[in-house]
């Protein structure tokens, strides 16, 4: 490991060495950003933009170069540069990737939890608190705001912090792309995306398709995206959006392996999985618009979101079904001038979900007896407001407070084993409150915030028993944040950088265990704090050269617990103590490439602290032109190279799995060959 780790540093110190000694040219200074854009952070439904917001927040905007030129088959591949954030890639469709924010979402099998996620504006994150990101197409990703701290006084449930993705393509953009790539493993990816205006409309559009046999054994799958985006104006000062995507897939499930089983094969699938034929078949859609109205000073906005999702996932425990129909709606009012600016609205939403669960067969298909079946309605509202104070031309002071209040209703349509029908109401009060203040090249902010997570209602309705119901133990989780930190720009030094202290204080952590059976059921941890350091660097030696280093260090305690004193003092499980990302970047007569490492030591993978994973390293290459032209059309060559030391390397784990069954293997090296072809 120790070897790897300093091949790694040779090969960045390799590629950045030329430019170290030369002198900066002043004259060039324009050419770099000498502070920080003034956008706004569209993650927060607030005026807040980068260079002002009084919490930790990172806005990425991809180059060209980094969604043509890249594989951009995983979400890994476009969140893995940024600070704060501990992204798990299973390299397979049937769980996705584990994304957590500051320990936050650590726990989460499938789907997404505890962290807020739009995709073009509409919320994927459900009013229960959980998100599937299954129509997000990362290779027309171009734009990505991470929030790194509590937010539930925005956006309520499950905003332990937030993710905002756009594919909104600049005016730049080229009308037609056409993108086909291939690689290891059986993976085949085909694109087409379109931009242009008609008859006052702003369109963008796309359809993608990708496969693959994969890594592991009983890991093929195919999964079918579309997406598209409508805008334009209705007056000089008014604006309409509609946006819609889908996707459509279907997967086996490899699952997980024992500590003995990864090491003498990590390409293999847990037995049990593979003889049932596990997997998923599922379809997902949703439409979001938004109006909104500046009166001067005075910005009026209203929005609407419709989901749909249809799942089939047959699993060694039960044959699991359910179709899920979800709505919701905001209203905001916001002042956006003056030195006293703010806001406040209310939200709405409503989820159903219809969930039945049959006998699997031995063949993997559904069989003829019913485990349960119910319907799950979970009902939100909220209200909420916020002040900012810009006391001088440098110092602002914000707060705000909201209000929550979720209901979930089980109706329970399988009565042999009685009436298991019943109800949970949760409430929540969250404040913040920050500051910020400008120094000109930096930006010094603090802030207090706080977050609530209920149970989802699939948490809820896992009762360790069994049988239909919501389990009425496991309460929610509520977090008090605090962190300090600075942001900036040095322009003589061309210098972008980023540094946070936090602090986290969680109660009633929601923390999850497997049974035999392999079915996901969850309690509470009494009181649990999450110390951490959040730094990023970004230097622009030259107009050609980039290099770049994150860091993220963080000790994740259980402080107390009320069902096994002696996990006191213990590591939260399924998070690293340290990552550490590093690249360097180079644009050369009409090349570009990027040599990019992570380094991840050894982790716990349950409340124990009985059992860890292997440390490793990875690194990858990329390497593509920017443009070769042929006739009308441009056309843009890449190859990628991932896992360049071919480590053997656990891209996941399930925490507190049974039987030791923690462990999700990552690829050995792969290759892909791609090309762009844009008119």
């Not at 207090?448 to 209920?454: D, G, K, M, P, V």
């Not at 923390?511 to 392999?518: L, N, P």
């Amino acid at each position: 490991m120790r070897c790897c780790t300093w091949l790694l540093s040779l090969l960045l110190a390799f590629v950045a060495g030329p430019a170290a000694g030369q002198v900066p040219d002043s004259t060039a200074a324009d050419s770099f950003r000498v502070q920080l854009p003034e956008v706004t952070v569209e993650a927060m439904r607030a005026t807040e933009t980068e260079a002002s917001a009084p919490f930790a927040v990172t806005v990425a905007k991809r180059s060209p170069e980094e969604i043509d030129l890249t594989p951009n088959t995983s979400l890994d591949d476009v969140l893995r540069p940024l600070p704060g954030i501990w992204v798990n890639d299973r390299h397979h469709f049937a769980l996705g990737e584990r994304i957590s924010v500051r320990g936050v979402g650590y726990r989460s099998n499938f789907g997404v939890r505890g962290v807020q996620v739009l995709y073009d504006g509409i919320p994927l994150t459900l009013p229960d608190g959980q998100a599937f990101l299954d129509v997000v197409e990362p290779a027309v990703l171009r734009r990505v705001e991470l929030v790194r701290s509590p937010a539930s006084v925005f956006w309520g449930n499950g905003s332990g912090g937030v993710l905002f993705l756009s594919s909104r393509p600049p005016s730049s953009a080229p009308t037609l792309r056409a993108r086909v790539q291939g690689g290891s493993f059986g993976q085949w990816q085909g694109l087409l995306e379109s931009s242009g205006t008609t008859r006052g409309w702003d369109l963008h559009g796309y359809a993608s398709g990708i496969r693959q046999d994969g890594y592991r054994e009983h890991s093929q799958g195919y999964r079918l995206r579309t997406g598209i985006n409508a805008s334009r104006s209705l007056g000089p000062k008014t604006s309409l959006r509609l946006v819609a995507a889908a996707d459509a897939q279907d997967t086996e499930n490899p699952s997980s392996l024992t500590r003995k089983q990864f090491q003498a094969d990590p390409s293999q699938a847990r037995p049990g999985f593979q003889n049932i034929n596990a997997g998923k078949t599922s379809e997902q859609g949703q439409f979001g618009t938004a109006i909104e109205h500046d009166l001067g000073g005075v910005t009026i906005a209203g929005s609407g979101y419709y989901v749909y999702r249809n799942l089939e996932n047959p699993l060694p425990f039960g044959y699991v079904t359910y179709e899920r129909h979800s709505g919701g709606g905001r209203l905001t009012v916001r002042r956006t001038s003056g030195r006293l600016e703010g806001g406040a609205g209310i939200d709405a939403g409503v989820q159903s979900d219809d969930r039945a669960e049959f006998n699997t067969t031995e063949s993997g298909t559904r069989g003829n007896e019913i485990q349960l079946d119910q319907r799950e309605t979970v009902l939100s509202s909220a209200a909420f407001g916020y002040l900012r104070l810009n006391a001088t031309n440098r110092f602002a002071l914000t707060g705000g407070l909201r209000v929550d209040r979720i209901r979930f209703e089980a109706d329970d349509q399988f009565t042999q084993d009685g009436n298991q029908s019943g109800t949970r109401t949760f409430s929540a009060l969250s404040p913040s409150l920050g500051a910020s203040y400008d120094t000109g090249p930096a930006q010094l902010f603090a802030q207090y915030s706080t977050a609530f997570e209920t149970p989802t209602a699939s948490e809820l309705s896992n009762r360790p028993s069994g049988g239909g119901g919501f389990n009425q133990q496991v309460e929610p989780q509520r977090t008090r944040g605090f962190e300090v930190g600075t942001r900036g720009f040095l322009p003589s030094a061309r210098l972008q950088f980023d540094l946070t202290l936090f602090r986290l204080e969680v109660d009633e952590l929601i923390s999850s265990y497997e049974t035999k059976s392999g079915r996901e059921v969850y309690d509470n941890l009494a009181s649990n704090v999450h110390d951490g350091i959040e730094a990023s660097l970004t230097w622009q030696a030259t107009e050609q050269l980039e290099v770049a280093a994150r860091y993220t260090g963080s000790r994740f305690v259980i402080e107390e617990s009320d069902a096994d004193s002696s996990l006191a003092g213990n590591q939260v499980p399924g998070i690293p103590p340290r990552q550490v990302y590093l690249h360097t970047q180079l644009n050369h007569q009409g090349w570009w490439g990027r040599l990019s490492g992570e380094m991840v030591p050894s982790y716990y993978t349950n409340n124990e602290n009985k059992a860890d994973t292997p440390r490793y390293v990875l690194v990858d290459f990329r390497i593509g032109h920017k443009g070769l032209t042929l006739g009308r059309a441009t056309v843009k060559p890449f190859v990628a190279v991932e896992n360049l030391l071919d480590e053997r390397y656990a891209s996941s784990v399930v925490v507190n799995a049974f039987g030791g069954r923690y462990y999700e293997p990552g690829p050995a090296r792969s290759f892909s060959l791609g090309v762009n072809v844009e008119w």
